[in-house]
């Protein structure tokens, strides 16, 4: 059973268009994140929830939106694409909010690339 | 600066080798130190775990942390291809978010 898995794992889409990425995870955490990793591999946290409330907003574009339905999933989507929006987005989890070991639990990573 | 710095390499040494990867940091009021490791075409998983100064050993890999210097070490010994992945050092304080080094690709050849 995959702990954190997130949809689509590829995503190749044109400057402009508006689109999201899905994370779910089964391992009962609270906390959840969405982190992008840029070409040059460095991991950059974007926004983190606990129990479906918004925590940490960095300094992301207001294209940027994430949602949480419950604590389970939480979704990000992304209104007209540029560019430098291409990156892995991973989507990781942890069951308190980076405190103790600081373990967070990561997905494979959703690489989007936009033309 | 950055708050953490860390060298991209790439490292590349030959099997049974000693690796070195470090970190270096500005922000003195971090308190937690680990070490994920990162496959090709993966999410990180937590490698190490460190609080505040001193030694942590695990097998053949042992993590050191001075605080006074503001840098981190992550030691493997008897290093394997299987070691081959980026190495990325991250730390916080309590009640923020994890700050990622921008990782060091190490390539352990047979």
């Known amino acids: 059973d995959t702990a954190v898995s997130q949809t689509p794992k590829y995503l190749v889409t044109q400057m402009g268009n508006d689109k999201s990425i899905k994370c779910e995870q089964n391992?009962?955490?609270?906390?959840m994140y969405w982190y992008k990793q840029d070409s040059k591999k460095f991991l950059k946290i974007m926004f983190s929830y606990n129990n479906k409330e918004l925590i940490i907003n960095e300094t992301v574009p207001n294209r940027f939106s994430p949602k949480s339905p419950d604590k389970a999933h939480l979704n990000l989507h992304i209104n007209s694409l540029e560019l430098g929006d291409s990156a892995v987005y991973f989507c990781?989890?942890?069951?308190?909010?980076?405190?103790?070991?600081?373990?967070?639990?990561f997905g494979e990573g959703s690489r989007l690339t936009v033309l | 600066q950055k708050e953490v710095e860390q060298d991209p390499g790439p490292l590349s040494v030959p099997e049974g080798a000693i690796v070195s990867l470090n970190c270096t940091y500005s922000n003195s009021a971090f308190q937690y130190f680990m070490w994920y490791r990162q496959y090709s075409r993966k999410g990180p998983e937590l490698l190490m775990y460190t609080y505040s100064s001193g030694n942590k050993e695990d097998g053949r890999f042992t993590a050191q942390v001075d605080k006074s210097s503001k840098y981190i070490s992550l030691f493997i010994r008897d290093s394997q291809p299987s070691d081959s992945a980026t190495y990325l050092c991250a730390m916080y304080q309590a009640g923020t978010a994890l700050i990622f080094g921008k990782g060091t690709t190490l390539s352990v050849s047979s």
């Open positions: 990781a989890s942890s069951r308190v909010q980076t405190r103790n070991t600081g373990e967070l639990f």
């Open positions: 391992l009962g955490h609270d906390t």
